[in-house]
């Protein structure tokens, strides 16, 4: 079974400039994630989607990020504009419901210059 | 305060060595309760999982739970050179958040 795939790996962006990560969850797990990791941190929830619906989108920054998970599968996590203060690994995850152990992708390195 | 608490390391042990890692919380809601491994570069693997309190073993991996000193822990017994990685604990709440809460990590180094 495939696992979490998230593309691209890496990512190096000036500031300012928008950028956008991709992520295929689990076939038939209903629970995505997008977590940030900073360096020598614990991941943290960014957003949390059951199905289509956000239903915990508390700690996105909101003026610059958003996301969107269309039928309910694939999901897109966009920052526009990139801050400095962005570069971290963002990570996606999914879990066949909310109470279900979470599995993870590789992460996408964001390196903003 | 951190809801959960981990020491970052590093714990540096020879081949062969039992390795304990421990959080500690401060959540009484939390119920749910993983470690990951996490590679560098990698994303998080999770390696247990557990609900409430007791003990799991999985190979030569034990988790803990202790929720009265709001305690876990993970033993790797055996531990090899390809156990060395950051080790993560996290839990989550039974309420309407389940959201998963995170330790920062112990970085372990198992020495051959």
């Known amino acids: 079974e495939a696992g979490v795939v998230q593309s691209p790996r890496y990512k190096i962006i000036e500031k300012k400039q928008p950028v956008a990560f991709w992520c295929n969850p689990i076939?038939?797990?209903?629970?995505l994630y997008w977590y940030l990791q900073n360096l020598g941190q614990g991941p943290e929830l960014l957003i949390r989607?059951?199905?289509?619906?956000?239903?915990?989108d508390s700690q996105l920054p909101k003026d610059r990020f958003s996301a969107e998970r269309l039928k309910g599968v694939d999901s897109t996590l966009k920052i526009q504009p990139a801050e400095l203060g962005d570069s971290a690994v963002y990570l996606c995850?999914?879990?066949?419901?909310?109470?279900?152990?979470?599995?993870f992708g590789q992460g996408t390195r964001l390196t903003v210059v | 305060q951190k809801e959960v608490e981990q020491d970052p390391g590093p714990l540096s042990v020879p081949e062969g060595a039992i390795v304990s890692l421990n959080c500690t919380y401060s959540?009484?809601?939390?119920?749910?309760f993983m470690w990951y491994r996490q590679y560098s570069r990698k994303g998080p693997e999770l390696l247990m999982y557990?609900?409430?309190?007791g003990n799991k073993e999985d190979g030569r991996f034990t988790a803990q739970v202790d929720k009265s000193s709001k305690y876990i822990s993970l033993f790797i017994r055996d531990s090899q050179p390809s156990d060395s990685a950051t080790y993560l604990c996290?839990?989550?709440?039974?309420?309407?958040?389940?959201?998963?809460?995170f330790g920062s990590g112990t970085r372990l180094l198992v020495r051959p």
């Open positions: 995850a999914s879990s066949p419901s909310t109470t279900e152990e979470a599995f």
């Open positions: 076939s038939g797990h209903n629970t």
């Open positions: 989607y059951e199905n289509e619906e956000a239903v915990d």
């Open positions: 959540n009484s809601a939390f119920q749910y």
């Open positions: 557990t609900y409430s309190s």
């Open positions: 996290a839990m989550s709440a039974l309420d309407s958040s389940y959201k998963l809460i």
